[in-house]
């Protein structure tokens, strides 16, 4: 068995659902390298590179301020781990196959949350795998990262063969549908690549359509500053109000939004997964409005301690709420009239 393989052995062993290996060219030729003679498409790295600093551009990051922070050192996992030559990268399947339960008065918080925060679930995971590997090869060097750090995970992902960047810019695997959370090990290791994914879109524009916000500017891009993922999620600062354009497309969406994910047809066969710190509680498959408008900061801390939920903050979160009350109340009015 080839040393890739048992690598991508130990990750399903480990209980990731996908693995796939991706090269790290480097950006540039070596020095002493020819130039190409005829034009050639650029490697992935310099593909990332002007990809993000065009998004950065348009100002897409919104307050996000971390992701303008060194865009080459995001776009080139050499910068990251010294000498890297690949990545290991998995997938975590978290799809539970409950509903959300939407009834009148319930807000609506989006899948990945709907457990315990996945951070903690999947980055002991790759940890242990990074061991197996410099086990398996010794004096290599490895980092682990899910969603911790300046690495895009979509894109190496998809270079790994785990599938495709969709139109909504996330990553969709034909098995697992779009509900992969993405990890990865980077490692100074040469390592047999799997071949990319390849696009499966084809003429679909669902997710486009579904956006609430019209936050998909165009296929495979993202304006954050309008995705109420980011509107619920990250913009949670003081002083960082909802622009009031926004609050009656929130609806009843208090934490994320799935609606771009929910309408993919590659979702249709989605298998299930039995991950226990995936499942959902009541609270979070039907989050009573008016209760949680009652938690106090300290309720809110002991409730979602171990919930991406935190992330939101007490004033955020609380904030979320009322405009879900608001919305209802607005929709009361107007089916009553
Ligand atoms: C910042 C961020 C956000 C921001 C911005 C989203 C965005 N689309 O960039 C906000 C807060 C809005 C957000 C929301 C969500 N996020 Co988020 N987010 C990230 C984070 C930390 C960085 C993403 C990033 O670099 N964005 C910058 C832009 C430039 O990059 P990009 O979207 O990757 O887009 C580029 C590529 O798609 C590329 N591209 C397009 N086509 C092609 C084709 C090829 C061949 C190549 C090479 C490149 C390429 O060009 C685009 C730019 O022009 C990643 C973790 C990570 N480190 O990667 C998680 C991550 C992307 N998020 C994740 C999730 C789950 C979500 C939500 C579903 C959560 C929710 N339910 O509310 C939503 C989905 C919203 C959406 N439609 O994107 C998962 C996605 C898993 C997956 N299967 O793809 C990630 C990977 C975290 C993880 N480790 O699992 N997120
Ligand atoms: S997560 Fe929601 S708001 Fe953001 S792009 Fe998808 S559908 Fe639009
Ligand atoms: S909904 Fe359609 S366009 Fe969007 S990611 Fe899925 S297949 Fe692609």
């Known amino acids: 068995m080839s040393l890739s393989d048992a ?33 050639h498409p650029l490697p992935l790295i310099s593909l990332l590179s002007e990809r993000l600093r065009a998004w950065l551009d348009r100002g897409y990051h919104a307050t996000m301020a971390w992701l303008a922070r060194a865009p080459a050192r995001r776009a080139d996992p050499s910068a990251v781990l010294p000498g ?20 009148p008065g319930h807000g609506r918080i989006a899948r990945y949350a709907w457990g315990q925060d996945y951070h903690h679930v999947v980055l002991p995971r790759l940890e242990r795998l990074a061991e197996r590997i410099r086990a398996l090869a010794p004096g290599t060097h490895t980092r682990c990262y899910v969603d911790t750090g300046p690495i895009m995970e979509k894109a190496w992902a998809q270079e790994a063969g785990l599938g495709w960047i969709g139109k909504h810019s996330n990553l969709v695997s034909a098995q697992f549908g779009s509900w992969l959370l993405l990890g990865e090990v980077l490692t100074t290791l040469d390592l047999e690549p799997d071949e990319p994914g390849q696009d499966l879109c084809g003429s679909c524009t669902l997710c486009i359509k579904a956006c609430p916000t019209a936050a998909i500017a165009e ?25 009031p354009e926004f609050l009656p497309m929130l609806g009843n969406r208090i934490f994320g939004c799935d609606d771009c994910l929910d309408i993919c047809p590659y979702n249709a ?9 995936f499942q959902p509680s009541a609270l979070t498959q039907a ?3 008016e209760t949680l408008a009652g938690l106090s900061a300290s309720d ?27 919305n209802l109340a607005r929709s009361n009015i107007t089916s009553s009239s």
């Open 7 to 39: 690598i991508k052995r130990e990750a399903l062993a480990l209980g990731f659902e996908a693995v796939g290996i991706a090269r790290v060219a480097p950006a540039f030729p070596e020095p002493s390298d020819l130039p190409p003679l005829t034009p």
């Open 300 to 326: 809110f801390e002991a409730t979602f301690r171990r919930s991406p939920i935190r992330r939101a903050g007490y004033a955020g979160f609380l904030r979320n709420v009322r405009i879900a009350l608001d």
């Open 219 to 243: 296929p495979y891009l993202v304006d954050a500053a309008r995705c109420i993922s980011y509107l619920t999620i990250e913009r949670h600062h003081p002083g960082q109000d909802i622009d």
């Open 84 to 103: 890297c030559r690949s990545m290991v990268c998995v997938g975590t399947h978290y799809y539970t196959g409950h509903p959300p339960r939407e009834h």
């Open 269 to 277: 066969q989605a298998p299930v997964t039995q991950e226990p710190a």
């Open 287 to 289: 989050p009573h409005l």
